[in-house]
């Protein structure tokens, strides 16, 4: 860019310092981090410490809730729903819960239906990350009474959403942006998630894939604090070994890897099914002729009487992945649990109650991929395949299919086992799964929901291209500028002859020398002004470094309400080097759009047989 702009009668725009510039600070790219996003950490982190112990106190909850249902005691020791002695009697314990459920829906608030994680994107994309403060308290009770009186569902559900209302609480006490709330939801939710698996980085990554839909460090940082603290407490509470803890397994071969791979395929085909059947059965219970309220208890009959074919399939189950990723259950007995968890799994949740997905998804995906493992290992008993791998890439495989966080599953089902071998046929297990799931369903598991109610989910989160590109690449290497002292009618004359030769529609205003203001062709000639350029100035300029990306000037533009900027020397404020307008910005996504549409020719001529294909491919457009 030239170093100075030229006016219409020849004179060099800043030759002299300017005293209302000379010592503004010209607006550039804000920084990754500052002293607020600091503070920001340190209340995720208090956050997280508290999110650790509601993990905690709700695990006590259901527990108590367990076994005052299940056996008629007051104890907080863990106790499993399978092991009562009710007989049929065990139909009554799950409707008792659903309709404790419901009057809270009802006269509580009807947010503690579902799972939590889908209501909590709803409240970050619609309601600036607020979530009512009754819900701090209303989830966990509501999730231990479903969960309790023996509903199908995890604790790091409830938990996970229960962490979130609890930032978005505190997010609202304090004098936050909703950005900072969003962050401090995020933060709670993940925090709940590692405090109940000790598994933080799948934690985070949840927190970056289902919540904050962004990846930059003033997020980051709180939410990564936040779950290593959960983390920590929990490691000093419980203990630090792994939930799921695997012993050695088979280390996989090509043809193993291949087998994993196929597996994954088929659990992503799965998980379509069982998203599409939940809400089948949610589509259902809302066609009933009774109130909602009612729907948990009809739903809990489902619940009761396959807990009493299958009593293993009552409560969160966590023995159940535990047994089925080390290989502890039968053929048959895998298949039957697997198939009579997904019953009562998806009417329950279809019904509307307080409970989660993860742990469901889990024990189905794993006693599925256990089932494909023990087939495969029969059928090519050569190609080593271990049925314990493949009930843990089942496992992963499922979630990442139904909720698409491909990322955060792999890495659960690492950190939960700690079995390192694994990771290879989680990676191609989950992407296998995650593609085909792109590939045959628009929403998942956790959108599916807020897009009926019309809420648009960003399911892909790319680098801003207008903040890559400098405004010096893109601004007007040659600015027009006008004398404070001209007349009006004079320029209004100029303006008219010289309309082809003008590259903008802005024109700094100089007076002796010094930048005043700016103004546009509209005012000039529609404006009210009769005597000099002068009086057509009604604000000071607004202007930007030309190091400073497209994002910062177009974010300065909406805060300053105007449609272009001056581009001043950061040092020198007076010095003008250029302007940048709306039409810049349209002009660098025209680029960005090229560079994504063409098709390049290629540099690199193929040899061999891939030579006749060459004649055939697509050229560039």
């Known amino acids: 860019m030239p170093e100075r702009p030229v006016s219409r009668g020849g004179l060099p725009v800043a030759p002299s310092l300017a005293p209302t510039l000379e010592h503004a600070r010209v607006p550039g790219d804000p920084s990754p981090l500052d002293r607020r996003a600091v503070g920001i950490t340190g209340i995720a982190i208090v956050l997280a410490i508290a999110a650790a112990l509601i993990a905690e106190l709700l695990t006590a909850l259901i527990a108590l809730v367990t076994n005052l249902a299940f056996y008629g005691r007051l104890s907080l020791s863990h106790a499993s729903p399978a092991d009562n002695q009710l007989g049929l009697w065990v139909i009554g314990v799950p409707v008792l819960g659903g309709i404790i459920v419901g009057f809270m829906a009802r006269y509580g608030s009807k947010a503690i239906r579902g799972h939590g994680i889908p209501e909590a994107m709803e409240q970050v994309i619609t309601n600036e990350s607020r979530i009512p403060p009754r819900m701090t308290f209303l989830k966990p009770l509501s999730s231990a009474v479903a969960i309790g009186t023996g509903g199908p569902f995890g604790a790091e559900g409830p938990i996970i959403a229960t962490g979130g209302a609890l930032g978005s609480l505190l997010g609202q006490v304090l004098r936050t942006t909703a950005a900072e709330r969003k962050t401090l939801l995020a933060a709670g939710a993940a925090a709940g998630m590692a405090a109940t698996f000790g598994s933080p980085v799948s934690a985070v990554l949840l927190a970056i894939e289902l919540l904050l839909f962004e990846l930059r460090p003033r997020s980051l940082v709180p939410v990564v604090f936040a779950a290593a603290t959960a983390t920590s407490v929990r490691i000093a509470l419980v203990g630090g070994d792994p939930v799921f803890a695997m012993p050695d397994v088979i280390e996989p071969g090509p043809a193993a890897m291949a087998i994993y791979a196929t597996l994954g395929a088929l659990v992503g085909l799965v998980a379509i099914a069982v998203t599409k059947l939940v809400y089948a059965i949610e589509d259902g219970f809302e066609r009933l002729p009774v109130h909602w309220m009612w729907w948990p208890a009809i739903g809990a009959v489902a619940v009761g009487a396959v807990g009493v074919v299958a009593p293993h399939t009552l409560g969160v189950g966590y023995d159940n ?281 290629p540099t690199v001529r193929p040899l061999g047989p891939l030579a006749k294909f060459y004649g055939k491919m697509p050229r560039s457009r």
């Open 321 to 601: 992945i535990h047994g089925i990723v080390n290989g502890q259950f039968a053929l048959g007995a895998v298949l039957t649990l697997c198939a009579w968890k997904l019953v009562s799994w998806s009417i329950a949740l279809g019904s509307g109650t307080s409970g989660g997905t993860l742990a469901p998804l889990f024990t189905i995906g794993g006693g599925l991929g256990a089932a494909l493992g023990f087939g495969a290992a029969s059928l090519f008993p050569a190609a080593g395949v271990d049925p314990r791998i493949a009930a843990l890439v089942g496992m992963a495989a499922l979630f990442a299919g139904a909720s698409r966080a491909v990322l955060a599953s792999i890495v659960f089902a690492f950190e939960t086992t700690r079995q390192p071998i694994g990771l290879l046929p989680l990676l191609a297990g989950c992407t296998a799964a995650y593609v085909i799931s792109y590939l045959a369903m628009r929403h998942s598991i956790m959108t599916e929901k807020i897009a009926r109610r019309g809420v648009r989910v960003v399911g892909e989160y790319t680098a801003d291209f207008l903040a890559q590109v400098a405004v010096a690449e893109v601004a007007s290497r040659q600015v027009v500028a006008l004398d404070a002292d001209e007349q009006v009618e004079e320029v209004r004359g100029w303006l008219t002859e010289a309309r082809e030769l003008i590259p903008h529609n802005g024109f700094p205003v100089l007076d002796g020398g010094r930048l005043i203001g700016v103004v546009t062709r509209r005012e000039l000639f529609f404006g009210t002004a009769r005597g000099s350029v002068r009086e057509l100035v009604g604000r000071p300029p607004v202007v930007i470094a030309p190091d400073a990306s497209l994002r910062a000037a177009a974010d300065h533009m909406v805060r300053e309400k105007v449609g272009r900027l001056v581009v001043v020397e950061p040092k020198d404020p007076t010095r003008v080097v250029g302007m940048l307008t709306r039409s810049d910005l349209l002009d660098a996504h025209a680029r960005r759009l090229r560079e994504q549409d063409r098709l390049a020719e």
